[in-house]
């Protein structure tokens, strides 16, 4: 079952229905007895609609966080459940989590809310509805890895960051925290939660990517070990921590167990957040009629023809052999009356103009890559701006300190073949959408917004 | 353990003279920034790679464990 809740920072309306279920296992392993059902959506959100859940209603729904007395203790029972990180790369957190534990240095544990990607609403609408269990997730990261030092990262938006001050204040008054948290500031810029620009913010730089090796689990925050997670991985860490791996599979697949959030938009225009299984179908999440393709992944994803669509559930099972992937759960379904070349172009352009500019390759080729895209867009383009795309997209793939580049060519590329017969119409003068009225969203300020990263 | 030559692009200021250096392994884009083989540094060039990571003027040359 999936549930729609109101989204704090968008339109609203209630989600799609209809999940698949594995049947639940056995009963849970972790510290905490048995829990609700496991089969029974929503986990993270809610059950009724979207008022913010304060500290009172959050214990005595779930009782204080289950601390286990000992660092490590957490990490078996992640690896059991299966959880993967939910910022977008579905990485296994608990060899993460191991890494940084087995460190000698004291790690630093950060949460990352920077939710940069302007298509994404989850992690702002999560933060919102239901702080305490991502502020629960982070101090059990913490007592895992053996840390003292916590922040959370979030979002540049006044009211949110109030507002889970208040939460951080209210949760050390009660004595529910062992580690104190402190809320830091990310910009609204698409890179700032990549995770070494996440760290060099957090250590009083600008929120710029750097060179990896060292990776952040290695050298971070102030060139301490340090682990971060996106908040949703958070939450979850918080259920699991309770309730056992047993309970956190009995929703989604047996490879890609658990629900995700997951930022709707389908083809008329509306912005839903919804907790859904994975592996459920993505016709049960976005009509697809009247929809020519679908974007998985936000604006690092890739483009997939509707009627394929049709047949893929949300996993990565099944959407990594089209070129695309379940990512931080954004899903756009694009009208068929609108120019996914236009709409493409127009997104090109705002991640060339995110680019930090420190890298020679992401800096020369991704503007040149987007004024290409827009010569496509364009009637009877240049014939070679197709073949230069291509050529300047195998030059900077691969080159750059972060996957900024990368994930922009995966977007690109997949457009120019999802789209072919669009660019077909468009050399011979014409285009399915002339009009061409913005459809993917993006923030209103990007060129104002180019020269600040702090 | 076998090294793979890196750059780090974010120091990298694309004057090439690795190139120069080590035409076995850097060539240069057509912004002028290098592209390094990514392939185990063979032991012969031991020596000329050694040269060209404490020459480059911004040390941008990386020796890492091959991935
Ligand atoms: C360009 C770029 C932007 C990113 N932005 C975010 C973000 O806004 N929030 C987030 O949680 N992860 C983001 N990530 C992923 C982080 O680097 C990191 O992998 C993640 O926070 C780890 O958390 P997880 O393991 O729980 O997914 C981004 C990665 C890249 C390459
Ligand atoms: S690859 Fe691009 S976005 Fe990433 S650090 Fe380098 S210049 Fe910045
Ligand atoms: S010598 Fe150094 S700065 Fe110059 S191009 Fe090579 S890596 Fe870049």
Known sequence: MTYGTTVPYSASSPGPRGSQRVSPGPAGTGPAGTGPAGGDLPRLLPVHGAVPVDLHTHVSRYAAPPYFGHPGQLIPVLKAAGLTGRGGAAFPVYRKLQAVAEARTRPVVIGNGAEGEPASDKDKSLLWISPHLVLDGLQLAAEAVGSQAVALYVHRNARLQERLRAAVAERAAAGIDRAPVEIIDAPPRFLAGEESALASRISGQPAMPRFKPPRVFERGVVGRPTLVHNVETLAHMALIARYGPAWFRAVGTPGEPGSMLCTLHPADGRRDVVETALGTPLRELLRLDGTQAVLSGGYHGAWVPAADAARMTLSNEDLQPAGAFVGAGVLVALPATRCGIAETARVARYLALESAGQCGPCFNGLPRIAAALDEVASPRPDPRAVTDMIRWAGLVEGRGACHHPDGTTRFVRSALHVFREEIRNHSAGRCVDPAREPFLPLPADTALAAADWS | ?67
């Open chain 2, 1 to 67: 353990m076998k090294k793979e030559l890196r750059v780090d692009p974010t120091a990298c200021s694309g004057h090439g003279l690795c190139a120069e250096l080590l035409p076995e392994l850097i060539t240069l884009d057509e912004w002028g920034y290098p592209i390094v083989a990514r392939e185990p540094v063979p032991r012969s060039l031991d020596r000329h790679v050694r040269r060209a990571v404490t020459d480059c003027p911004t040390l941008a040359l990386r020796l890492l464990p091959a991935s």
